[in-house]
């Protein structure tokens, strides 16, 4: 109510403060991700891009919109993931943003942690891109991967295998050592959930091997880590979970989630992570449902989350 309120007043305000409307936008996406009956994310989501992409050059180089526009990426990258075939942002908008996002234009800002995302814009456009793959997927019915999108999981892979994550100088001096510790672990699981995203979406030889690596290295991660905060890497490491051991390991990590954060949108990630579960534990064995994808699992009448 809050935010609604907010909004009201800076729609009203003849001053226009476009940084105030778009915050205030923003608040009512984070709004829905709280209350997990509230059902307007999308909407909220759509009419802040309207904002942003009416505003000029110079306006989008205020530090404060540098965070809503990460904010957005954020927002953006993850409805892409729970809802595919709606497409996230046009690739000219996306190119756009990102690039005003690293303005430096080098290599190194792509391993940069995005504020208090955990995460880094090259990892963003990671799963943003493997979200375009799979809903391509999804429109062909299935019928596998061409060697297009063989080569693009290549490339795709190499960029997140070598990813790594350093924080900003303003970010290290404001945060303790304990923050460093969580924004790295979190940063690492986002990396390690991103791979294990590719190799559901565009399996290959020798998944295997590699994914019990990367939940070996997902695990350690979630310890260095005193709280979960991020849910989609959860979930991503989540489903593949298959011994009472893991799925134990799992709902301890959630419980803890939902005593710190007591957000909604965990406590409905919870419950599709069992639906998933016991569709798993209807295939004959950990083997064949390895190769039938999480995707597959979910009840056409099972609310999505949006994992923020």
Known sequence: MRAIRGLYKTLDSSSRN?????????????YTVFDEHEAQFTLH?????????????RQRQHPVMKF???WMVYYDTLRGFAQPSRGALDEVDRFELTQELQPDS????????????????????????INKIRNM??????????????????????????????????EVASSTSDQIRDAKATAELYRLA?????????????????RSGYLEQASAALNRARVATSPWPVFMVACEAHSEEQRSYILDVLDRMDRV?????VRVMRTVIEKIWVQQD???????????????????????????
């Open 45 to 57: 989501l759509n009419g802040a891009k309207k904002i942003l992409m009416s505003l000029t050059p």
């Open 106 to 129: 080098c290599e190194a800002s792509d391993h940069l942690l995005t504020g208090l995302f955990g995460c880094s814009i090259g990892v963003f456009d990671a799963i943003s891109i």
């Open 194 to 210: 991103s791979l294990l995203y590719l190799q559901r979406v565009v399996p290959a030889a020798g998944d295997e091997k590699r």
């Open 18 to 30: 476009a940084e105030m409307h778009l915050a205030t936008i923003m608040m009512l996406c984070m």
């Open 68 to 70: 809503l526009m990460g």
């Open 137 to 170: 997927i999804l429109r062909s019915n299935g019928s596998g991967a061409e060697s297009s999108l063989v080569q693009l999981r290549t490339v795709v892979h190499e960029k997140l295998r070598n990813m790594r994550h350093f924080l900003g100088p303003e």
């Open 261 to 265: 954060r007591n957000v909604g949108n």
């Open 282 to 308: 209807l295939r004959e064995s950990v083997e064949e449902t390895g190769t039938v994808p999480w995707w597959l699992c979910i009840e056409a009448d099972l609310p999505v989350p949006w994992f923020a």
